[in-house]
Nanobody
Framework: QVQLVESGGGLVQAGGSLRLSCAAS????????AAWFRQAPGKERVFVAA????????YYADSVKGRFTISRDNVKNTVDLQMNSLKSEDTAVYYC??????????????????WGKGTLVTVSS
């Protein structure tokens, strides 16, 4: 069993930066891939970024490529999302997710095994 708790959301001006963190509990987190999703008001939850168990392989949605960076620390059991050059369209609730297995094999939200409750990011223009 893995529990996930996100933090770091808030209000930021367009062009600014935020760093989200996801704290994981459970003895097997290092055996899970992890991902960030986001859900804007009135829209579906969509994939943002994913990382394999060791942090050596990462994936990004086209909309955030070059601006966001996902990383993880398996000693601290955390997964971070560094967000730079934020735009108003990045406004959403951001969710941390984990899936059993070492590799990232899917970006589909229904395939994730564990979810956090989300943290709100608001980008003002």
């Amino acid at each position: 069993q893995v529990q996930l708790v996100e933090s770091g959301g808030g209000l930021v001006q367009a062009g600014g930066s935020l760093r989200l963190s996801c704290a994981a509990s459970g003895p097997t987190f290092s055996r899970h891939s992890a991902a960030w999703f986001r859900q804007a008001p009135g829209k579906e939850r969509v994939f943002v970024a994913a990382i394999n168990w060791s942090g050596s392989i990462t994936y990004y949605a086209d909309s955030v490529k070059g601006r966001f960076t996902i990383s993880r620390d398996n000693v601290k059991n955390t997964v971070d999302l560094q967000m730079n050059s934020l735009k108003s369209e990045d406004t959403a609730v951001y969710y941390c997710a984990a899936r059993a297995g070492f590799a990232v094999t899917t970006f589909v939200k229904n395939d994730m095994d564990y979810w956090g409750k989300g943290t709100l990011v608001t980008v003002s223009s």
